[in-house]
């Protein structure tokens, strides 16, 4: 609500504003993951998305926003299925533009090779893999077992990479199809996503400029974790085992 409300008085040359509703501004904060329908506007063309961070309602009118500290990360992109004995990547959702997703798949190839045969020398010394058996991203793993791949130079952390840089153009494919057109970085500013549009024109009014600059791609493991079931009423017990399917992140906070 800061964001916005600091926007729009730096608008005004005269008077003071004490109240955002009686301009005909209404603020929404989004929490949590669960998907609400934005309707047509502007160059967004409607459609069920996950919530968005907040949503100022300025004179009939959505500008829809993605909010971050200094050190969030963005959107995670999986991988798809992933099989690190062979170095195969099987991917199920590609970037729509080409060159977008030869650099996620350059990411990719690069971490497993970074990293997959110290993980997978650990999976078998463990005896989770049996004699013949690929490493890929279905592998249960037990905790126990995931407990000694983590930590500050572990195998796990062994298989990853950050040396892939991408632009702001990476960043609004990301964002632009949950509606998203306005961004705010805590720490660096506020900024627009894709073209100049209804959907971000309050914040250019106020001078916001097009989110540019170089990103890095971070690839690495990311746990998910299970939980088992057993007896006649399928009572939920504690989390027995994980998998470890491989994504990319992006870093607003390391930008070169």
């Known amino acids: 609500m800061v964001i916005i409300t600091n926007l729009f008085l730096q608008k005004q040359s005269k008077g003071k504003i004490n109240r955002l509703a009686e301009e005909g501004i209404k603020i929404e904060g989004g929490v949590g993951e669960k998907n609400v329908y934005y309707p047509p506007e502007g160059n967004w063309k409607g459609g069920t998305v996950q919530q968005a961070d907040m949503v100022a309602n300025w004179w009939n009118n959505n500008q829809i926003w993605e909010l971050k500290l200094g050190k969030a990360q963005g959107s995670r992109n999986p991988a798809g ?5 062979k170095g195969i990547i099987t991917r199920d959702k590609k970037r729509l533009d080409p060159k977008e997703e030869a650099l996620v798949m350059e990411a990719f190839e690069k971490a497993i090779g970074n990293g997959a ?8 010394k463990e005896g989770v893999l049996k004699p ?11 905790l126990e077992v995931h407990d000694i791949l983590s930590g500050r130079g572990s195998a796990k952390a062994k298989l990853s990479d950050n040396s892939v840089i991408v632009n702001g153009k990476f960043i609004e494919g990301d964002y632009l199809k949950k509606a998203v057109a306005n961004f705010h970085i805590g720490g660096t500013g506020s900024f627009v996503l894709g073209k100049p549009s209804i959907n971000n024109r309050i914040a250019m009014e106020a001078g916001a400029t097009r989110l540019e600059g170089n990103f890095e791609l971070k690839a690495r ?6 939980k088992a079931t057993s007896g ?13 399917p491989l994504v990319i992140l992006i870093s607003f906070l390391q930008q070169r």
């Open 81 to 85: 299925f992933v099989n690190y004995t």
């Open 117 to 124: 045969k110290q993980v997978e020398a650990v999976l078998r």
């Open 132 to 142: 013949g058996e690929d490493f890929t991203t279905q592998t249960k793993i037990p």
């Open 221 to 226: 493991l990311y746990a998910n974790s299970y």
């Open 232 to 244: 006649p009423k399928v009572k939920i017990q504690k989390v027995k085992w994980c998998i470890l």
